[in-house]
């Protein structure tokens, strides 16, 4: 089968793979078709991500035909089309047991060395780590649930009210999904940031966003209170690999709201001064992938028209060039948000 390899730090190379075959009762074979370019990959890509590392095959967005499946799945049967939720976890640990499953310590995750993942033509995925994909959603559709889902997610985490005042400080495809589910969950001013204006447009034109600012800007907190009544929005969500941002984050905060680390924060350590935040008795939040529930209400978002997710998508291209949409993705270049590879 064809894949698309990382064999090295900013090198991608098409390959010819051994196609998976199903070999347990609950496996599900899937033929892909469609599958995003995430920003966890261009982290891998450079070299940065803590366990996605080369060689891989990357690729953990993914739609396409169902194949195959194990004699002991019962929801699926060739011809179906699925989605992935790219976790593959233990099922019996406290975090699996309790519904938290992106918490299992033992998981392995989709498109990582030990499990190869979309970028290749075929996958092999646990029954449970797929839904069917309505039939009003395209194959491209089906790739954007993955990151939908993240914005489920972490708007739970949040745990966003209707009437509620929401900053996105990032604006890349996971801040588009943030703001499209914010919307749908009642907020009522919803402010983006980022440093890519065409990154604000999709958020503003297609996902519901209120506000949108260009950064730098060094009167933006000054500009967000003055929208707020002096009171700091509700939620700030940090989607940009930018460690400062925290600091900004701070200062918008409304007493007693959330700060919730979305981006990888790769990019150093966070340095910001404790007391402002102790004086709003604010809290900072991690937040990591997503459990099976979000994955579903990302479906049903996306199938009723709630959150419009090719509002991020911009560009598809054939898998053989991966390379390009990697680097297009880390550089946003051509207007690039969302990068959709197919096969």
């Known amino acids: 089968m064809r894949a698309a390899l990382l064999d090295a730090q900013q090198h991608m190379t098409m390959i010819d793979a051994d196609m998976p075959a199903v070999q347990h009762p609950d496996d599900v074979l899937i033929r892909v078709k469609t599958v995003g370019i995430c920003g966890s990959e261009v ?168 506000h949108d600012f260009l950064l730098p800007d060094s009167s933006f907190a000054d500009k967000v209170l003055a929208l707020t009544g002096g009171q700091g929005v509700d939620a700030v969500f940090i989607a940009a690999d930018e460690p400062t941002l925290v600091n900004t984050a701070i200062q918008i905060l409304k007493r007693r709201g959330r700060i919730v680390l979305v981006a990888l924060l790769t990019e150093g350590n966070l340095d910001f001064s404790a007391y402002p935040l102790i004086a709003k008795e604010g809290e900072i939040l991690g937040s990591l992938m997503t459990n099976q529930g979000d994955v579903q209400h990302a479906i049903d978002l996306a199938a009723s028209g709630q959150v419009d997710v090719l509002g991020i998508a911009t560009h598809t291209l054939p898998i053989e060039q991966a390379q390009r949409g990697m680097e297009m993705v880390h550089t946003k270049d051509d207007g690039a948000i969302k990068v959709l590879l197919n096969f």
């Open 43 to 210: 982290h891998a890509f450079y070299g940065t991500h803590p366990f996605r590392k080369a060689p891989a095959v990357l690729g953990h967005e993914a739609a396409g035909d169902v194949i195959a499946v194990g004699s002991a799945v019962t929801h699926f049967k060739p011809g179906d089309r699925v989605v992935v939720d790219p976790q593959w976890t233990c099922g019996k640990c406290e975090y699996c047991l309790r519904g938290d499953i992106n918490l299992c310590p033992s998981k392995k995750v989709l498109g990582t060395q030990v499990w190869p993942g979309a970028f290749g033509e075929y996958i092999v995925v646990p029954e449970e780590t797929a839904f069917l994909l309505p039939d009003n959603l395209s194959y491209a559709q089906g790739s954007l649930i993955e990151p939908l889902t993240i914005g489920v997610h972490v708007s739970r985490r949040a745990n966003i009210q209707p009437g509620q005042s929401v900053a996105i400080l990032g604006t890349g495809s996971i801040g588009g999904m943030i703001s499209g589910v914010c919307r749908a969950s009642g907020a009522a001013t919803i402010i983006t940031a980022d440093i890519h204006q065409h990154c604000l447009d999709a958020a503003r034109e297609r996902l519901g966003a209120t």
